[in-house]
């Protein structure tokens, strides 16, 4: 690959949505509007892939947009851990949209949102600079409150009016840490600010970890601050409902690991992350437990899962982050795919309620199949992904001298089973002919049934990967140096 | 004068909470509002109150600094995106008469 095109890909996955995105809001005719989305989801996975190509060996691009050199201009830096978001980010958006477009639910406005969605998605996970996290976190929310409130109804303004306050008292609190960080150390670049932070005054400092701990923590759904989740994920139709569910929470989850090991470093495991991931794996299970709709007990579960991805946060040891960005990408890989056999059955059936679902394995095979596999990689089992990102998390935590976290994840385990187990109990067994899901709503989750059984089998190509992107965390030498240019 | 500006922040955020936690739609949408005026005092402060306009001329200076104000006019444009999405919001949903919960 020739230089000025290495040099220009990181912007890629954020200007192609973007760009098309804006040619589908004047509202062109079905066929192109339907082409101009595809190409651009699918323009934005293939850079997603040539980045991870890029990045595999550790190597770090930065861009300098306008030529301004940081830490004075606006920064992008695909490292690996970016690369590898942007190309999930990518998987989703297109499987979400083969899905939304089979289930005859896009329009002009899904259409634009979506990839709007899209490139504020990517822009965060690109961004080198702390305010440009910022504004791409409000292009991401501003695209997710329109997708959230198209084709309102009374119950769902309502949630939707919850959500969108809760996101911008959130983006304040985002406000305030930008403004103590820079009054700190004269700088908002994060490779600039992995430098300063450690010498600055630690009063401001740690008023500023605070809120933006605060701040990701809302947008992550961790404990306690998970509260509003349940109900804005209950609003939008099921295509809509897996992207949100698979990307925008892991985004908060992304800015917590890129922020709370590159600029706040932690020298050992961190007991109010660890008290917290607990909790959030604990009552995100429960919660579950108590719901009877596939929706609602899927959207716990989010809850429950980003505890996971938290623990290995709060380990901080190289094996902890390691463990960490594998169950992220795990993580997202599932959850769409089971959100969107809950979107199937849905759409197919008029309902997501378990007491008025039954029998449904009898007729829809293939949807079952889809459903079990991922049930089973999101509780751990093997041979699938998940069972090699929850190994790799409780051996982090036994070589930190965690049991108590370890023990607590293992228990979730468990009880992640047996909620999925509810699920198919209720839905799939059980007398009754319901009708038969069309092959074109089973096909976009069979596509990630596939991806986990794949990376499952194949764990030790994602695992290098997710250690190459941690090692960037963990000693981010390189990624200071490169973005630094020295 | 810093004091008095951080005294103006707390003031404008206390009174922002105060409106978010009451019961009527448009009272919440202007109190988010004025937490975000907040936000934006903060980074006005957050680079010092001191120094002349950021013009260079020969001989001049010491200069503010020109970057939170920047970011102030970035903050401004979202928080009044999302202001106008949630008056808009908040229209549907007095539409369907459920703006305020003030009666029941």
Known sequence: MSASLLAALPTVPILVPLLAAVALLPGPPPAPRRLV???????????GIALVVVTASGRVLPVQAGGWAAPFGITLVADSLAALMVLISGLVALVG????????????????????????????????????LYVAYEVMLMASYFLLTHGTTRARAREAFGYVAINLLASTFFLFAVALLYSATGTLNMAQLAERVPQAAPGPVRAAATMLLLAFGTKAAIFPLFFWLPHAYAIPPGGVAAFFGGMLTKVGV??????????????????????????????????ALAQDDIRRILSFHIISQVGYMLMGLALASQLGVTGGIFYILHHIVVKVGLLLVGGAIEESQGTGRLDQLSGLARTNGALALVFLICALSLAGVPPFSGFWAKLLLIRAGLEADQPGIVAVSVVVSVLTLMSMMKIYGGAFWGPGAPRRAPARLVLPAALLACVTVAVGLQARVLHDLSATAAGHLTAPVTYINTVLRR | MAAAVALL????????LYLLLGRSLLRQIIGLALLSHAANVVLLLSAGLRGTPPIVTPGGGPYTDPLPQALILTAIVIAFGVTAFLLALGYRMHLFGEADDDER
């Open chain 1, 37 to 47: 989305s595809l190409v651009g989801v699918v323009v934005t996975l293939a850079a």
């Open chain 1, 97 to 132: 949209l083969l899905f939304t477009l089979a289930a005859g639910r896009e329009d002009r406005y899904v259409a634009a949102g979506w990839l709007f969605l899209l490139a504020g998605v990517d822009w965060a996970f690109l961004t080198g600079d702390l305010f440009n």
């Open chain 1, 254 to 287: 992304y800015s917590l690991f890129r922020v709370f090991t590159i600029v706040f470093r932690s020298d050992g495991p961190d007991p109010l992350l660890l008290w917290s991931a607990a909790g959030t794996m604990l009552l995100g299970v429960l919660g």
């Open chain 2, 9 to 16: 922040v707390g003031v404008l955020f206390a009174t922002g």
